[in-house]
């Protein structure tokens, strides 16, 4: 990995949850003549959405030596990190894609929503005094955590998890203290990704935004941009970002492919009204029949009834047209932060 990835350079560190101690992810790799060829890492980690929790395996960090590529290793270095998560439950396998077209040949697909905004010069102004906020130190790490929790849709993390994520190589963490007490955080960069970029906060919008000023009066010496990653949930701060001007985009979360297609049809079970009976067919479709029909979704077509991309909810819809009933908590919108990608 940190041949290819890193040039050589070491990126361990980088990577709490696959490398550091008592680390709970796992690496994969393909041999030949005693020489690992391709690689990849993968995480089983549970996706908290309202009330469901939803079992998933976060891959990445997929790289085949310069010198043995195009010989299929790199595709199966990935199936075999998908199925092993499979077998710990992981419904979904989950990818953060920097060549996505790679991915999307080998069946994954986009998946959920990510919002991104920009402060720079002509809308940092109109942020809030950064009053109160200071680097975060290790005492705060059980506040930053409780605050880390109270997101509606996030990855679920132990404290110790959060705490070996937020002291990662190049991560600069703020928080703001108000009468002796924590009230929000905010994380920019991570080793060599996400410089310049918001990419974990916890905490309401009057205490984050005040955050977010005190990374610009940073950033803004060493870039005339600073981005913002926002959950489709926290609508609060997307209002907040579409008032003061900030461009944004409305991107993917992932890319996605089905693990275990037994444990997505648990996950509709819990996500649709009784009366509407979920079953897996073959090993590739699941079928939905509700008071007035049935209808077979491919993995493909399941996928996007579950979480597509942008919040497209046409897939949703042709579900409730066929079944004869409303699915008011489908499609869901999940969350998991920067950090927690490998
Ligand atoms: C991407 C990568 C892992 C593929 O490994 P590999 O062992 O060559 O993979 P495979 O043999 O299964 O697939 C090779 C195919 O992917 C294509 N390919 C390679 N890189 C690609 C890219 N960036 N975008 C699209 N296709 C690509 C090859 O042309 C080949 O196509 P073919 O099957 O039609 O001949 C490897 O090129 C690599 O390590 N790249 C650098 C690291 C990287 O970008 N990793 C992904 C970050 S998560």
């Given at each position: 990995?940190?041949?290819?990835?890193?040039?050589?350079?070491?990126?361990?560190?980088?990577?709490?949850?696959?490398?550091?101690?008592?680390?709970?992810?796992?690496?994969?790799?393909?041999?030949?003549?005693?020489?690992?060829?391709?690689?990849?890492?993968?995480l089983?980690?549970?996706?908290?959405?309202?009330?469901?929790?939803?079992?998933?395996?976060?891959?990445?960090?997929?790289a085949?030596?310069?010198?043995?590529?195009?010989?299929?290793?790199?595709?199966?270095?990935?199936?075999?990190?998908?199925?092993?998560?499979?077998?710990?439950?992981?419904?979904?396998?989950?990818?953060?894609?920097?060549?996505?077209?790679?991915?999307?040949?080998?069946?994954w697909?986009?998946?959920?929503?990510?919002?991104?905004?920009?402060?720079?010069?002509?809308?940092?102004?109109?942020?809030?005094?950064?009053?109160?906020?200071?680097?975060?130190?290790?005492?705060?790490?059980?506040?930053?955590?409780?605050?880390?929790?109270?997101?509606?849709?996030?990855?679920?993390?132990t404290?110790?998890?959060?705490?070996?994520?937020?002291?990662?190589?190049?991560?600069?963490?703020?928080?703001?203290?108000?009468?002796?007490?924590?009230?929000?955080?905010?994380?920019?960069?991570?080793?060599?990704?996400?410089?310049?970029?918001v990419?974990?906060?916890?905490?309401?919008?009057?205490?984050?935004?005040?955050?977010?000023?005190?990374?610009?009066?940073?950033?803004?010496?060493?870039?005339?941009?600073?981005?913002?990653?926002?959950?489709?949930?926290?609508?609060?701060f997307?209002?907040?970002?579409?008032?003061?001007?900030?461009?944004?985009?409305k991107?993917?979360?992932?890319?996605?492919?089905?693990?275990?297609?037994?444990?997505v049809?648990?996950?509709f079970?819990?996500l649709?009204?009784?009366?509407?009976?979920?079953?897996?067919?073959?090993?590739?479709?699941?079928?939905?029949?509700?008071?007035?029909?049935?209808?077979?979704?491919?993995?493909?077509?399941?996928?996007?009834?579950?979480?597509?991309?942008?919040?497209d909810?046409?897939?949703?819809?042709?579900?409730?047209?066929?079944?004869?009933?409303?699915?008011?908590?489908?499609?869901?919108?999940?969350?998991a932060?920067?950090l927690?990608?490998?």
């Amino acid at each position: 990995m940190e041949a290819v990835l890193r040039d050589g350079r070491s990126m361990a560190a980088e990577y709490a949850q696959v490398f550091g101690p008592g680390a709970t992810g796992h690496v994969e790799t393909i041999e030949e003549d005693g020489e690992v060829v391709s690689t990849c890492a993968w995480l089983r980690r549970d996706l908290v959405v309202g009330g469901l929790r939803l079992p998933v395996a976060f891959v990445g960090s997929v790289a085949t030596r310069a010198d043995q590529r195009c010989k299929g290793h790199g595709g199966e270095v990935v199936e075999r990190a998908i199925a092993r998560a499979a077998e710990q439950g992981a419904a979904l396998a989950l990818l953060w894609a920097d060549e996505s077209d790679w991915y999307q040949k080998r069946g994954w697909v986009p998946f959920g929503t990510e919002n991104v905004f920009v402060v720079n010069g002509s809308n940092a102004f109109l942020l809030p005094d950064p009053e109160g906020v200071r680097p975060m130190q290790a005492r705060d790490m059980p506040e930053v955590h409780e605050l880390y929790c109270n997101h509606e849709a996030r990855a679920d993390r132990t404290l110790a998890e959060t705490g070996a994520m937020l002291t990662t190589p190049g991560l600069r963490a703020l928080v703001r203290e108000v009468n002796g007490r924590l009230t929000g955080y905010a994380c920019v960069g991570r080793g060599e990704d996400l410089a310049h970029c918001v990419h974990e906060w916890g905490g309401d919008p009057e205490d984050v935004l005040p955050i977010i000023a005190g990374h610009w009066e940073v950033t803004s010496a060493e870039s005339d941009r600073l981005f913002v990653m926002v959950p489709e949930s926290e609508s609060a701060f997307t209002a907040y970002f579409t008032f003061i001007r900030s461009l944004g985009a409305k991107g993917i979360l992932a890319m996605a492919r089905i693990g275990d297609l037994g444990a997505v049809a648990k996950a509709f079970d819990e996500l649709t009204p009784e009366g509407v009976d979920v079953k897996v067919v073959g090993d590739q479709s699941l079928s939905l029949t509700g008071p007035s029909g049935q209808i077979t979704l491919s993995e493909n077509e399941t996928l996007l009834a579950l979480c597509p991309p942008r919040g497209d909810k046409r897939v949703t819809q042709v579900v409730e047209a066929e079944i004869g009933v409303d699915l008011p908590m489908l499609p869901i919108e999940p969350y998991a932060c920067g950090l927690d990608s490998i």
